[in-house]
Each structure stands twice: as C-alpha cells, then as structure tokens.
C-alpha cells in the first residue's frame, strides 16, 4: 500500500505519535440513492477521495495536513421513504462535531477543516455554536461542490446523481457506476409556488415528490475525462487553501487596518 501519512485511517501511532500536524481535515458525506446508476455511498466516497487528493497537494508543499476517517451519514429528512438513506439529524451531527472537536482540541490541533460533500448538511449553525466552546481550535467549512462553476467543466450542471457526479465516480470508483443507459434522465419536478422557485423563500424538498429517479440532472454526458479535469482542479484549489492555512496564525487571520 502507498504510505499516506496524512489519512489517519491508513497511519500507524508510530507516525502519528512524532508528527506534528497542522491542519484536521473532517470528510462529511451521506448515504443516499443517487439516481438509478450511482451507489448510495457517492457523497461519501467522492468526499473521502477529494479530500485524500487536496491533503497530498497540501503535503507536497510542506503543509502537515492530517485526514480524517469520513462520517458516512447525512441530514436526509427529506428523503426519509427512500429504502436504505440514512438520516442524521443536524443536532446528531452537532453532538458528532462537538465529539470530534474536543477530541482534537485536547491532542493540541488548532485548526479543523469540516469538508462537506452533501448539500443537505447546513454546517454553519454548528461551527458557530462550537466556535465559542473551543476558543483554541479553529473552525472552517469547505463544501466542495460549490466551489467551482459546473458549467466550467460540464453541459448539465444538475446537481444530485447528474453529469458532475456521475463523472467523478467514473474516476474515484468506476467498478460502483452502473452504465449510462441503465440511468434516469433526473429531471426535477419544479415547486408550483413562484417563491420557492425564484428563491424569495426556501422550503426542503420532499425528494420523491421533487425526482422520480432520485437524480437532479442528466448523467447522459458524463465521462472519466470530465471528472478527472474537475477533480484536478479542486485537489489543487482545496490543497492551496490548506497549504495557507497551515501556515497561519489563527489569531491573525484578518488584514490589519489601515
């Protein structure tokens, strides 16, 4: 096996005991159907793998990032009557985020980076409300999905089960994709209030109502190609942005005045 150092699931105490890491990176996915051709574990594995490639960037550069074990399940409260999604309520992951914070805060880690790959997971509530409880240990949130322009990368720019994804897990696991012609279009049956279309007000979406394949966005397009450029460009983003804060101060993160 390739000696990563810097994913703790696959590090010995030998070498974790004498390294001096900077940086936590937390993996948050979910567990979820993704259309009819994706694996439950899409968020999750996708996740895990963005954020092992983002860490090696990291390490290249000297940044002694260190990766977590990812937390497989999300908040679904939406997709409660879908056989086998798992629901985490957003208390539960306070609890859980609480549980891991304290553990690193008490081993000396100061910053903690929470890498979300799930968009029903609203992680600011609880970095606010943990921030306080761990004056030490600095909190930041990086949800990968939303950091570059799909439409950079992509000609469906769906977001569940669609093109992006579909793309990604033909490069991270391509054995647990089944093929295209065995996939839903995923298209979205849109809200009949103007409100919670145009984004005047926000309700969660009752996911069988919404999707009949559970995907939002057609994966017809998608290809190995696609997903390795779009990956590429997140390892490099995410692993410059953990090189910067491996580096600071966490008491100086603000520009001084004029």
């Keep these: 096996m390739q000696n990563r150092a810097y994913i703790l699931s696959e590090t010995t105490w030998k070498t974790v005991r004498k390294a001096e890491y900077s940086v936590a990176v937390l993996p948050w996915g979910a567990t979820e159907a993704h259309n009819l051709h994706l694996p439950y574990g899409t968020d999750t ?4 793998a963005i954020a092992a490639a983002s860490a090696r960037v990291a390490w290249e550069r000297g940044a002694r990032v260190l990766v977590l074990p990812a937390i497989p399940f999300g908040v679904n409260t939406g997709q409660l009557d879908i056989r086998g999604d798992i629901n985490m309520m957003p208390s539960t992951q306070l609890a859980v985020l609480r549980d891991v914070a304290g553990s690193l805060s008490r081993q000396g880690f100061r910053k ?5 790959g799930h968009g029903g997971n609203e992680f600011k509530p609880a ?3 943990l921030q306080p409880q761990f004056p ?4 930041c949130l990086v949800s ?7 439409s950079g990368f992509f000609e469906d720019t769906g977001e569940h089960g669609g093109e992006m994804e579909t793309s990604n897990m033909l490069v991270i696991a391509p054995e647990c994709v089944l093929p295209l012609s065995e996939a839903g279009e995923g298209k979205l049956h849109p809200f009949r209030l103007k409100g919670l279309r145009d984004g005047t007000a926000w309700t969660p979406r009752e996911w069988t109502k919404a999707t009949e394949d559970t995907g939002i966005g057609n994966p017809a397009k998608a290809s190995a190609e696609k997903g390795s450029r779009y990956l590429d460009a997140l390892a490099q983003r995410i692993g410059s942005f953990l090189v910067e804060l ?3 101060d966490p008491e ?4 001084a005045g004029p």
């Design 127 to 129: 970095i606010r409300e």
């Design 144 to 150: 990968w999905y939303a950091i570059l322009p799909l």
């Design 45 to 48: 594995l996708q996740t895990e």
């Design 252 to 255: 100086q993160v603000y520009q």
């Design 136 to 139: 030490g240990l600095f909190f």
């Design 246 to 248: 491996a580096q600071a």
């Design 112 to 116: 903690l980076v929470v890498l979300n």
